[in-house]
């Protein structure tokens, strides 16, 4: 007798024994004068803290390209394993896992997207069938995305800006405040 389908499985937490890697959230170089701190909580429907979630942040240099310096993450040669980030280059990708108190934190440089400047942010959590997408945007202002949500919807993709060139931005898997999660076809 045939085995009958079965649906995609969730992810997690198992991916965060293989996936985070040493300096995930240091997009931009330590000590760069326009380094700033993306951070906020992964809150599941109840607003409680997700604390095994993990975040894949991508965005466009300060000028606008899409380039990154995707060679920047270095291998131990006699290990083989991660070293981390060479700390010198822009990478324009992070990785980090939330804690146990569902928080992130990423160091980057402000994005060059035409438009309004935005981080591009893909959720992978526990019970997740599939992983999310969304945006979190520096700045409030006119975008194509933006203009056609409601005010309530628009503000779960705008980070508030914090002292210290610091931006927070809180996701809210479902429920009241909801972040808005982009399909991609």
């Given at each position: 007798m045939?085995?009958?389908l079965t649906p ?9 024994y ?9 997009i ?14 992964v ?8 604390p095994?979630?993990?975040?894949e ?29 060479n700390?010198?280059?822009?990478t324009?990708f ?15 440089l ?11 942010v893909?959720?992978?959590?526990r ?6 997408h969304?945006?979190?945007y ?25 002292p ?18 982009l399909e991609?076809p």
């Open positions: 045939p085995l009958p995609s499985s969730t992810v997690g937490p198992f991916y965060g293989a996936l985070p890697f040493p300096g995930g959230e240091r931009a170089p330590e000590g760069h004068p326009d380094r700033i701190t993306l951070h906020g909580y809150l599941d429907g109840a607003g409680e803290p997700v095994d979630a993990l975040l942040f991508w965005q466009a240099a300060p000028d606008g390209s899409l380039t990154g310096a995707p060679g920047s993450l270095r291998r131990d040669p006699v290990t083989g394993g991660f070293l981390g980030r700390g010198t280059d822009f324009g992070g990785r980090v896992a939330t804690d146990a108190d569902g928080h992130y934190a990423v160091h980057t402000a994005p060059g997207n035409p438009g309004q400047p935005h981080v591009a893909v959720v992978f959590a019970g997740l069938l599939h992983h999310l969304t945006r979190a520096l700045a409030d202002g006119p975008d194509p995305l933006l203009d056609r949500l409601p005010a309530d919807r628009r503000a779960t993709l705008v980070a508030t800006e914090e210290h060139r610091t931006h927070r931005f809180d996701i809210r898997l479902q429920g009241e405040g909801e972040t808005v999660f991609f």
